[in-house]
């Protein structure tokens, strides 16, 4: 496993990220438990999570599972650098969901009970709140980092503005601000180049990519539909996309298999490749796709292939950063 610093920080963190949205849903905790074991034996030290995944509302059900998980020992929690989110609605009420102070810190303490641990290395905001003030969100992870409760902030799905905001307002308070911004950011989709990646470049915050895959429309999803597979990609919005892109991702998938190269290993490595970013989210379903996708870090991809990927998946406008991508 290859490691590098999440952002400016000093804190190291697998190349790779493992996401956890299936536990649950999609992965019962059985195989869940395995999945996070085999995770640390590739040396995947890097765990992503949040509140509100398992979709029952107040519930935290993948909390639940990685914090049972924890509870076995063995060292799992001292290997694992654990990431989880606030800001979805976890109740009824108008104060259960936001990024208010009552809320981050009632949600931080649920978070820590759920997952049986003392600490979470890295709590991100989940969405940017338009309507609570950065001294509140501040004066709240101030708090947290203070009773130990918290060790680094992280972002999720926020634009380049919203970051420089934060870190204006971390910086007149003194504070380390933001670390991360975790957005979704893949082939298909590239929009965070124009001014949320030079942002978090420039304030020294790790991009951490989800969706790295497209909803599996990245994985080979023509090949195995001619296999009998790939459900995923022939159901609801991902049928749609591949609709739309099937043109494309048939060339695509073509290069791959000229390359020598799966297609999933061809995406995540051309993530790897990019400025800025710490480590993609692969979502395991099964133990098998966890071991494939380890696959993406024996991919080296030349200037040439480059070259063709951004042929066949233009980035937005002239490419690169604004305001060159849009004008002169």
């Known amino acids: 496993m290859e490691y590098t610093n999440l952002g400016r920080t000093g804190l190291s963190v697998s190349r790779l990220c493992l996401g956890t949205m299936n536990f649950g849903p999609q992965t019962d905790e059985p195989d869940s438990f395995a999945i996070m074991d085999r995770a640390l034996e590739h040396g995947i030290n890097f765990f992503d999570t949040a509140n509100v995944y398992g979709w029952k509302l107040g519930e935290g059900v993948t909390e639940q599972i990685i914090g049972r998980w924890f509870a076995q020992g063995g060292g799992r929690r001292d290997r694992v650098v654990l990431a989880t989110k606030v800001y979805g609605k976890m109740g009824e009420w108008p104060n259960d969901q936001g990024l208010s102070a009552r809320h981050i810190i009632r949600a931080c303490?649920?978070?820590?009970?759920?997952?049986?641990?003392?600490?979470?290395d890295l709590y991100q905001m989940h969405h940017i709140s338009r309507t609570t003030p950065w001294e509140e969100i501040w004066?709240?992870?101030?708090?947290?980092?203070?009773?130990?409760?918290?060790?680094?902030?992280?972002?999720?799905?926020?634009?380049?503005?919203?970051?420089?905001?934060?870190?204006?307002?971390?910086?007149?308070?003194?504070?380390?601000?933001?670390?991360?911004?975790?957005?979704?950011?893949n082939l298909?989709?590239?929009?965070?180049?124009?001014?949320?990646?030079?942002?978090?470049?420039?304030?020294?915050?790790?991009?951490?990519?989800?969706s790295p895959l497209h909803g599996g429309l990245l994985s080979g999803v023509i090949r195995?539909?001619?296999?009998?597979?790939?459900?995923?990609?022939?159901?609801?919005?991902?049928?749609?996309a591949l609709a739309e892109h099937r043109t494309t991702i048939?060339?695509?998938e073509k290069l791959c298999a000229d390359l020598g190269h799966d297609p999933a290993d061809v995406a995540l490595a051309w993530l790897l490749s990019r400025p800025g970013v710490t480590a993609p989210i692969v979502g395991p379903r099964t133990m098998d796709q966890l071991d494939r996708n380890l696959g993406a870090l024996d991919v080296k991809l030349d200037e040439a292939t480059l070259e063709k990927l951004d042929e066949l998946f233009p980035p937005v406008g002239n490419g690169g950063p604004g305001p060159e991508a849009w004008a002169w």
């Open 139 to 185: 004066q709240a992870m101030e708090t947290l980092v203070a009773q130990g409760k918290v060790l680094y902030v992280g972002s999720s799905n926020f634009a380049g503005w919203h970051i420089a905001q934060a870190q204006a307002a971390a910086g007149r308070r003194n504070f380390l601000g933001l670390v991360s911004e975790q957005c979704i950011y």
């Open 109 to 120: 303490e649920d978070s820590l009970r759920r997952l049986q641990t003392d600490t979470i």
């Open 224 to 240: 195995k539909m001619a296999e009998g597979g790939a459900a995923r990609g022939t159901t609801g919005r991902a049928a749609d």
């Open 188 to 210: 298909l989709t590239r929009h965070v180049e124009l001014e949320v990646v030079p942002a978090a470049q420039h304030y020294g915050l790790g991009i951490i990519p989800w």
């Open 250 to 252: 048939e060339a695509y």
